[in-house]
């Protein structure tokens, strides 16, 4: 089993930056993907980005495309998700997770969601 322990969020007015981090232990983190849900009121838990084991590939929703990038080190068992230029839109409960895709689609592989970190962005 995985833990993670997302961090990083807080409230940043539009144009600006946030870094989040999430940690992860239990079992080898280098072996499968990571990537960053959100979630925001009243909406279903959506697909923002994800990266492949050795941090060779990278993919993103597009709505996020050019303005987030995510990263990790393996040696720190730690995911990032760098987010510039936000907008009052990208506010959401942000969560990592081992994930795969299937289809056009991204899912959660394993383990159970962690508490999330909220991004708050004002306009």
């Known amino acids: 089993q995985v833990q993670l322990a997302e961090s990083g969020g807080g409230l940043v007015q539009a144009g600006g930056s946030l870094r989040l981090s999430c940690a992860a232990s239990?079992?080898?983190?280098?072996?499968?993907?990571m990537g960053w849900f959100r979630q925001a009121p009243g909406k279903e838990r959506e697909f923002v980005a994800a990266?492949?084991?050795?941090?060779?590939?990278?993919y993103y929703t597009d709505s996020v495309k050019g303005r987030f990038t995510i990263s990790r080190d393996n040696v720190k068992n730690t995911v990032y998700l760098q987010m510039n230029s936000l907008k009052p839109e990208d506010t959401a409960l942000y969560y990592c997770?081992?994930?795969?895709?299937?289809?056009?689609?991204?899912?959660?592989?394993?383990?159970?969601w962690g508490q999330g970190t909220q991004v708050t962005v004002s306009s």
């Open positions: 997770a081992p994930t795969y895709q299937f289809g056009s689609t991204w899912y959660k592989s394993f383990g159970s």
């Open positions: 239990g079992r080898t983190f280098s072996t499968y993907f």
């Open positions: 990266i492949t084991g050795n941090g060779g590939n990278t």
